[in-house]
Nanobody, 124 residues
Framework: VQLQASGGGLVQAGGSLRLSCAAS????????MGWFRQAPGKERDFVAA????????YYKDSVKGRFTISRDIAKNTVYLQMNSLKPEDTAVYYC??????????????????WGQGTQVTVSS
């Protein structure tokens, strides 16, 4: 399984970006795809996740109402639409996929595969 993230960039506060993560390889038994982010000097933290079958979505509290995770099953791609961006959203964003039936999706160790990361910088 390979994950290719794209769509990062530099944007002013209040602006929007859409991240994409194209997956190749195994699709059966995929439970969640998620987005994490890592700011300089900080841990990689959960941002959002989507259940591949059914499409239920889950968010970190600080992005609720601003970020939307979605998926296109035909394209095997997950998206993160980010609106009303704030300087504190600045980080490298990583997509990830899990094939575990554990039901957990908010921790790094819940995921089996990771993309390479894409930089998001929000200027004030």
């Amino acid at each position: 399984v390979q994950l290719q993230a794209s769509g990062g960039g530099l944007v002013q506060a209040g602006g929007s970006l859409r991240l994409s993560c194209a997956a190749s390889g195994r699709t059966f038994s995929r439970y969640f795809m998620g987005w994490f982010r890592q700011a300089p000097g900080k841990e990689r933290d959960f941002v959002a996740a989507i259940r591949w079958s059914g499409g239920s979505t889950y968010y970190k509290d600080s992005v609720k109402g601003r970020f939307t995770i979605s998926r296109d099953i035909a394209k095997n791609t997950v998206y993160l639409q980010m609106n009303s961006l704030k300087p504190e959203d600045t980080a490298v964003y990583y997509c990830a996929a899990t094939y575990s039936a554990s039901g957990y999706y908010t921790q790094r160790h819940d995921y089996d595969y990771w993309g390479q990361g894409t930089q998001v910088t929000v200027s004030s």
